[in-house]
């Protein structure tokens, strides 16, 4: 790990969605900060980064914490000059039925956690002039989805944020983008049914669910200069599924 490297940081780098993200940095050259909630995450971030970042523990529900884990960052002399925020959950319930633990772990993690992020690293952007925010955001902030109100909610509600943030840092040299993904194969989706699995496939022009790469492949664009005059936009990836 060099401390003059670029660097990115990106939450929930163990798997999935995250874990694709970071390959695709690395063999961009550029090394990465990889968060999971648990010790074995962060071991399995550090065995694939092979020295070319390394993990820390961080827990989005806890809200309180994200300021100061980020802290520890820049006290090593490390600085963040992209932020990918891809960690996420769902916790489905019908209204009638949701707990008010259920909606509130949802927008904790998925919605609030990103003002928190955000506020860490966007003053050293600013003085740098120079920074990239990309935040994983869902087709179902689009769509709706019958179980998802806290879900959709979440991840609707980043939309207005990264427009609005989007306009508050564009004298910056800083973009802030949204990547919204349809269905992908990760952990995230293997908890469907096959019957679930073929009414949703039914659903998607391309008859496949997309693939972690598919969407990585977006956010290494989106975070090099060939996007530089891409802003407050949110690249849909979703093999047909919903268009605007
Ligand atoms: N897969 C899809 O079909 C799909 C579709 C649309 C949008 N998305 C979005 O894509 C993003 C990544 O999803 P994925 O499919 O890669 O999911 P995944 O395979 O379930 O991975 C989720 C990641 O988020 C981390 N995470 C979970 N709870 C967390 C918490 N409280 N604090 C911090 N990190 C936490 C996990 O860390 P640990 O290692 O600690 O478990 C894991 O690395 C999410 O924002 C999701 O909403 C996914």
Not at 18 to 30: L, P, Q, R, S, Y
Not at 99 to 114: C, M, P, Q, Y
Not at 205 to 231: C, H, Q
Request: hydrophobic share 35%; aromatic share 6%; no cysteine.
């Amino acid at each position: 790990m060099n401390k003059n490297r670029k660097t990115v940081l990106i939450t929930g780098a163990n798997r999935g969605i995250g874990k694709a993200i970071a390959k695709k940095f690395i063999n961009k050259g550029i090394q990465v900060i990889g968060t999971s909630t648990t010790q074995d995450g962060v071991k399995n971030i550090e065995d694939y980064l092979k020295g070319n970042g390394f993990g820390f523990i961080l827990n989005l529900k806890n809200t309180d914490s994200i300021t100061e884990t980020i802290k520890e960052i820049y006290k090593k002399k490390y600085s963040i000059d992209i932020l990918i925020n891809n960690a996420g959950i769902k916790e489905d319930n019908l209204l009638v039925k949701m707990k008010n633990k259920e909606w509130n772990d949802v927008i904790k993690t998925n919605l609030s956690s990103i003002f928190y992020l955000v506020k860490s690293v966007i003053r050293p952007m600013i003085k740098k002039k120079q920074g990239r925010i990309i935040t994983i955001g869902s087709v179902i902030a689009y769509t709706g989805n019958k179980g998802q109100v806290n879900y959709s909610a979440s991840k609707s509600g980043l939309v207005g944020f990264h427009k609005s943030l989007a306009l508050e840092v564009a004298s910056k040299g800083i973009t802030v983008n949204i990547v919204s993904p349809g269905l992908i194969k990760t952990d995230f989706t293997n908890t469907l049914s096959s019957i679930q699995n073929q009414k949703y496939i039914s659903n998607i022009p391309m008859k496949r669910l997309g693939n972690p790469e598919e969407i990585a492949d977006a956010v290494i664009f989106l975070s090099s200069k060939k996007a530089s005059y891409i802003t407050g936009h949110t690249l849909h990836i979703n093999g047909g599924m919903y268009m605007i």
